[in-house]
């Protein structure tokens, strides 16, 4: 499952273990995006940041992991470089790409959209207040993509970002340690944030 993760909540952790327990995965991977190039118009986090709250909520499951291969490759990030390189590191995999209904639909803006659909299986989860439209679906090989719906969880990581600048709270929407994970290195607030790197 690739994403910014800024922060990552409990909506990405409930699509990923449904889409787990649907095709009965072997193990899910988060992959925190490096420097998204469709969110180049906003201020992302450190990379550093997002992989080490990516790794706190996914701690307790053991079918998680969490990938470096898109924070550690330079440049933009491109979903077809982060599949590339998971191939030649899991040859024998069958690798599936979880995304939500939005990033699903915007899939066709995607560099090398053709390719991409003959290294994963592309899994698209229901989200509220994005709808997969008629349109977009036919213009996607059928049987390289799944449409799971999931229990709807209308978080974001723009609400989660806006409550903590605002002073309102976070906790149930993102795990307890990235509730904390945030307050100690002051994210999202006026006041200057730490930079790890
Ligand atoms: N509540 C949710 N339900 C289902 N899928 C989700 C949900 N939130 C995010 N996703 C999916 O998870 C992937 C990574 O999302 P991302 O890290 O961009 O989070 P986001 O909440 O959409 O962030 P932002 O609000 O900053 O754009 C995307 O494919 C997105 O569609
Ligand atoms: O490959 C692309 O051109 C591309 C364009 C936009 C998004 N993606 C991927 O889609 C995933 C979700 O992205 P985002 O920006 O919604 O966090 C993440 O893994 C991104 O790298 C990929």
Known sequence: MGGTFDPIHHGHLVAASE???????DEVVFVPTGRPWQKADREVSPAEHRYLMTVIATA?????EVSRVDIDRDGLTYTIDTLRELAAAMPDADLYFITGADAMAAILTWRDHDELFELAHFVGCTRPGHEMDEQTLAGLPAERITLVEIPALAISSTDCRGRVASGEP???????????????HRLYSASDSEDPS
Do not use: E, M
């Not at 889409?19 to 995965?25: A, H, I, K, R």
């Not at 976070?170 to 100690?184: C, E, N």
């Open 19 to 25: 889409v787990q327990s649907w095709f009965d995965l």
């Open 60 to 64: 307790a499951n053991p079918r998680f």
């Open 170 to 184: 976070v906790w149930y929407l993102v795990p307890d340690g990235v509730v904390q994970y945030i307050a100690k």
